[in-house]
Every structure is written in structure tokens, then in C-alpha cells.
């Protein structure tokens, strides 16, 4: 090694590997569930819709409590086949207030399957939402789908993936004779201390 030359470690000036960061598989697998999750509110509020057309049954209920910004819901108690019920998040006029009646059309074969007269969903804003937010979950999940698959097909591999792997199992081939062999000779030597005794 000649003067001024510096000793620098094998492979210190390849350069490094472009790397897709991570938000890009948190994007697609959120959007996906989310998709997912609409979907599922979406058929569920059919489902309901379709179970009270079919065999509608009408009864009043009372505004127990409104809305009142996130996480707090509108009640509607009312009473169906004996029994006392309570429905969360369904439409109300915007001149409702609590101890108001209001006109309800539950299902026969099923009393929690209910929404407000006049009404096709028991939650029109939840229908809402899912029409609008399925669409975008599954538009984000379909662009972060392809950044990821154009960025694999234009960097196949994992340059020194295959030598670490290379390197553990040949770690492995060797260290795995020393210690049978060392539980080995153990057991030769106490067989022999047996013999000698």
C-alpha cells in the first residue's frame, strides 16, 4: 500500500441501493381496510334497508339524545314485540329535540333492524360516506399497489441478501459439527473415566 492511499472496506464506495420508503405499504394496506370497512357498513345498511321493505312493521319512538360532534350520537328509544330497543346514529330533522316522538319502521323478523319513516337507510349519512370513501380507499390502494410493483420491477433483487443468507447457513454448517462434536468427545471421556474406573 503506497503513500496516501487510504484502506477503505470492500464495497465502502459501490453505491447505496434506492430504497421505496415505508409509507407507501402503510398506504396501501390503511386504504385497503378501509375499503374493506366501508364495504362491510355499506352492505350492512342495505342488508337492513332490504329485511324492513320487505315486512315493515311501523312503531314510535322517542329522541332521547342528539348529536352532538364526534363520538356522541343521536338515541331513539322504542318499544317492539314487548320489548324496549334503542337505536343509535338515525336521521333526525334538524328541528328535533329530546322527548320529541318520531314515526319508526322496524323489521319483522328482526326489531334492531330499524330506520326512520320516509327513509330507505337506517344511517343515510353512513351510506353516504361509504359511496364516497370506497371509491378513494380503493384509488389510494390501487397508486400505492403500482409505485410499489413499478419500483420492484425496476429494482429486482436484494444485492447482498443472497450473501448474508449464504454466510448464516455456512456460520451455521460449521458451528453446528463443533458442538456435536464437543457433546461427542464429552461423552467419550466420561465412558472412559467408566473403563478406567
Known amino acids: 500500500m503506497g503513500p496516501g492511499t487510504v484502506d477503505r472496506p470492500h464495497g465502502q464506495g459501490s453505491p447505496a441501493r434506492p430504497r421505496l420508503g415505508r409509507g407507501w405499504y402503510i398506504g396501501a394496506v390503511l386504504s385497503a381496510v378501509l375499503a374493506v370497512g366501508m364495504c362491510l357498513l355499506g352492505w350492512r345498511q342495505a342488508d337492513q334497508a332490504d329485511r324492513i321493505a320487505a315486512d315493515p312493521i311501523r312503531a314510535e319512538g322517542t329522541v332521547t339524545q342528539l348529536p352532538g360532534g364526534s363520538g356522541t350520537y343521536s338515541q331513539i328509544v322504542y318499544q317492539a314485540e314487548g320489548h324496549r330497543y334503542v337505536a343509535a346514529d338515525l336521521w333526525l330533522p334538524e328541528e328535533a329535540r329530546v322527548g320529541d316522538p318520531i314515526c319508526l ?53 436484494t444485492p447482498g441478501g443472497g450473501r448474508f443468507r449464504t454466510a448464516t447457513v455456512a456460520f451455521a454448517a460449521e458451528g453446528m459439527p463443533a458442538l456435536t462434536h464437543g457433546k461427542r468427545s464429552r461423552r467419550r471421556r466420561k465412558g472412559g473415566r467408566r473403563a478406567l474406573r
Open 105 to 157: 319502521e322496524y323489521a319483522a323478523g328482526d326489531p334492531e333492524a330499524v330506520r326512520v319513516c320516509g327513509k330507505r337507510y337506517p344511517q343515510p349519512v353512513g351510506i353516504g360516506l361509504a359511496q364516497t370513501s370506497v371509491p378513494t380507499a380503493l384509488l389510494c390502494c390501487l397508486l400505492c399497489v403500482g409505485r410499489i410493483w413499478r419500483f420492484r420491477r425496476a429494482h429486482p433483487g
